[in-house]
């Protein structure tokens, strides 16, 4: 009888049940929507502005960080899964607040919080604005804590990234992710347990990457070349498939070729580990693809001198709205 197959599903979140909630909530709320919320500005000077908003947590990363006693970097994950989605509409981060609530306060843990926090926002090239710190007995298991972000960006509106302007034979750049970043870990806590966590540790808590450098080094360039960034996927729960037909139009499909990046071994570990069926890993995890960005082919040359780090993963063509790996 062979291994047991892990799922998503099977280790606690119903991907599915979730996106239907979203749906629910786009229909009560339609000014919902894309990777940040925009809201228009009335500013005196040079065009109307718009103000971005989003906001998000670490997920069960946490749960990994109560288990090895180690709390440094979790902020950064938490500054970095805010700030990220709000560079793919275009804006550029400027605030950024925290809610940390805890049954009973420690204060060298909440300390190594906060150094994460503000390492982030210093990646993030946000201020640490405020924030919330909310003790509440009784409501947390003894020495855990929860994390929420939220982070406010500004863009001009000409200058907002919607993917509406993509099109068929437009290319597909990938950025490497740091590891998990941060989803999955209700599967990856099923794969990876005693020995095999202390083991494992220090590669699951990478912390996330933040690109908000990457993003703004890419603007410059291709405006030098009056040349845009026609879409960007932050590319967390529900990985590419889920991801990257939010950022595409009615009629464009995205074709990703595998074997164009290099992913971390944990990957394929988890995998194998698991016994998880190769959909659910696309399904789950980025599979080593943190940032996705679409530009046109004759932007290519200059993409590739501002982040020589990136690769050609794919490209749009014509088709139903989804997105194949091949």
Not at 58 to 80: C, E, N, Q, R, S
Request: charged residues 25%.
């Amino acid at each position: 009888m062979g291994s047991p197959t892990l799922t998503y599903r099977k280790s606690g979140v119903n991907i599915d049940l979730a996106d239907k909630l979203v749906d629910h909530i786009q229909r009560k709320a339609p000014a919902i929507g894309g990777f940040a919320g925009l809201f228009p500005l009335d500013l005196d000077g040079d065009g109307p502005w718009d103000l971005v908003a989003c906001t998000d947590g670490v997920g069960t990363k946490l749960k990994l960080a109560f288990a090895l006693d180690k709390h440094d970097t979790i902020g950064i994950d938490l500054v970095a899964m805010s700030v990220n989605d709000l560079v793919c509409c275009g804006a550029k981060p400027l605030i950024f607040l925290d809610y940390y609530a805890t049954g009973k306060l420690k204060l060298q843990t909440s300390k190594k919080i906060i150094a994460g926090i503000m390492k982030g926002c210093q990646l993030g090239r946000c201020v640490l604005l405020g924030g919330e710190t909310a003790e509440m007995p009784g409501m947390y298991p003894k020495d855990e804590y929860d994390l929420a972000g939220f982070a406010v960006g500004i863009v001009k509106r000409k200058d907002v990234i919607d993917g509406s302007k993509i099109y068929p034979g437009d290319l597909i750049l990938g950025l490497p992710s740091s590891g998990l970043h941060s989803n999955g870990y209700s599967l990856a806590r099923q794969v990876f347990k005693g020995k095999d966590l202390a083991k494992f540790g220090k590669a699951l808590l990478t912390p996330t990457r933040i690109y908000v450098d990457e993003v703004a080094a890419l603007t410059k360039a291709l405006r030098a070349e009056e040349g845009i960034i026609l879409g960007l996927s932050h590319i967390t729960g529900g990985g590419l498939v889920e991801n990257v037909p939010r950022i595409l139009p009615r009629g464009r499909k995205a074709i990703f070729r595998k074997e164009a990046w290099k992913m971390s071994p944990l990957f394929r570990e988890i995998q194998r580990r698991g016994n998880v069926p190769e959909k659910e890993m696309w399904r789950t995890f980025n599979m080593g693809l943190g940032l996705v960005i679409v530009i046109r082919p004759e932007s290519l040359a200059a993409a590739l001198k501002a982040l020589p780090e990136a690769k050609v993963v794919g490209e749009i063509v014509e088709g139903k709205h989804e997105v194949e790996i091949i």
